[in-house]
């Protein structure tokens, strides 16, 4: 099985140009913030975790309020999967302590910093409190990156919300597009999608690379993986099974601020709907076979990690 869907993430690889493709929007921009390109496309690894973690508690041990916040959960990613909107929801709860700003970005970005420095980003007093944040990027780190993580706390609890590969690279590029100032109506379909398919879309959907990175040092039971569709759909039993999977109580969440926050889905569905009226009349529908094409190989790659994952 293993080796079946080693190969499998062996066929979503990216064939080679002989012009190496953008990391990131069209030519004669900087790459999109946090443009890293994770090593999941480049690194095989198996997805049978290890096993130290099957014997993890259920409630993390409390802390005393002077000392550093020690963190014990990470929302790893996907990029644009509702992970603004989770941490929403984990505002509110009396037993989550979250970092001040929603994206650290200690593991990717900052990590030449100290862990005194990381554990300064979040409250003082943590006493009882399970402690993290949310930085989706984490999901394409490299290997060695994961490493550094589990050296950290290797009781570190990881969250993933997964989406269609190819909503998610349109929801990126089309954000993209607005904070860069970029016009989607300028730009020929090829140009469209030379974007949605360069290197840096395709590792922010590479689920399956990014599970296996992780399982390298990290058990199953350590990993929750949701879906995007449930924020909408079933949003309050989804985040009652967050909860228990961090081993806090169960909030009961207005409805009210589910549907606020869903509206936005965390200010996503805001940027969204200002940059699709600017994008030319059927441009995703012309784009829709050659990107169901292309994304294909990902497509089943990691359909084929969360058989894997979710097998016991």
Not at 6 to 20: D, F, H, L, M, Y
Not at 234 to 239: A, G, K, T, V
Not at 247 to 261: F, H, T
Request: charged share 30%.
């Amino acid at each position: 099985m293993i080796d079946s869907l080693q190969t499998e993430v062996e066929r979503a690889k990216p064939k080679k140009k002989n012009k190496r493709r953008r990391l990131s929007g069209p030519s004669s921009s900087k790459p999109p913030p946090a443009a890293e390109v994770g090593a999941s496309h480049f690194e095989q690894h198996s997805l049978e975790g290890p096993s130290s973690g099957d014997d993890m508690p259920s409630h993390h041990p409390p802390q005393h309020p002077s000392s550093p916040a020690k963190v014990n959960f990470l929302v790893i990613g996907m990029q644009k999967a509702g992970t603004s909107w989770i941490y929403k929801m984990f505002e509110d709860h009396p037993s989550i302590a979250l970092s001040k700003e929603k994206e650290v970005h200690y593991w990717d970005m900052h990590f030449k910093k100290d862990d005194s420095w990381y554990e300064s980003q979040f409250p003082d007093d943590t006493q009882g409190k399970v402690v993290g944040e949310v930085t989706p990027d984490y999901l394409s780190m490299w290997m060695e990156k994961v490493g550094k993580i589990h050296s950290y706390n290797p009781k570190m609890k990881l969250i993933v919300i997964v989406r269609d590969e190819i909503d998610r690279a349109w929801s990126a590029f089309l954000m993209w597009c607005r904070i860069e100032g970029k016009d989607v109506t300028a730009m020929s379909e090829d140009e469209v999608f030379e974007s949605l398919t360069n290197e840096y879309y395709q590792s922010r959907s590479d689920l399956a690379g990014g599970l296996q990175n992780y399982l390298q040092k990290f058990s199953k039971k350590q990993i929750f993986v949701a879906d995007f569709k449930d924020v909408s759909r079933r949003p309050q039993e989804l985040m009652n099974e967050v909860f228990q999977f961090l081993g806090v109580p169960e909030l009961a969440i207005q409805e009210e601020k589910l549907s606020k926050n869903y509206q936005i889905t965390t200010d996503r569905t805001a940027v969204l709907e200002n940059v699709r009226h600017t994008a030319p009349e059927g441009l995703k529908e012309k784009l829709a076979s050659r990107l169901k094409a292309f994304y294909k190989p990902i497509v089943k790659a990691n359909k084929a990690a969360l058989k894997s994952f979710r097998e016991v």
